[in-house]
């Protein structure tokens, strides 16, 4: 069975910085669409980013472009969401998630496989 093991949650200052992890085991990260999804009180799971198994090309919701990045190390089939200019509004549960398909959708319901979320305070 595939598996996502996700950490690097916790609370940080607003304009702060924070990395989350996502090491997977049981299977090649890099042949897989990959992503990262959070879902903060109340709300509906909102995809944050996904980068395309084909071309490498990446997507990422409004709210986080040019303070979000998404980068994957292949050696340590391990993928990353790197976080910066943090904001109270960014708190949440994240959540790393992987597809087989290839159709680049980021959309939670094309990703069968997902890591058990790890919590993002943005907080003073």
């Known amino acids: 069975q595939l598996q996502l093991v996700e950490s690097g949650g916790g609370l940080v200052q607003p304009g702060g910085s924070l990395r989350l992890s996502c090491a997977a085991s049981?299977?090649?990260?890099?042949?897989?669409?990959i992503g990262w999804f959070r879902q903060a009180p109340g709300k509906d799971r909102e995809a944050v980013s996904c980068l395309s198994r084909r071309d490498g090309s990446t997507t990422y919701v409004d709210s986080v472009k040019g303070r979000f990045t998404i980068p994957r190390d292949n050696d340590k089939n391990t993928m990353y969401l790197q976080m910066n200019s943090l904001k109270p509004e960014d708190t949440a549960i994240y959540y790393c998630?992987?597809?087989?398909?290839?159709?680049?959708?980021?959309?939670?319901?094309?990703?069968?496989?997902w890591g058990q979320g790890t919590q993002v305070t943005g907080s003073s």
């Open positions: 049981r299977f090649t990260l890099a042949s897989y669409t």
């Open positions: 998630a992987a597809s087989g398909s290839l159709l680049f959708i980021c959309n939670s319901n094309y990703f069968p496989h």
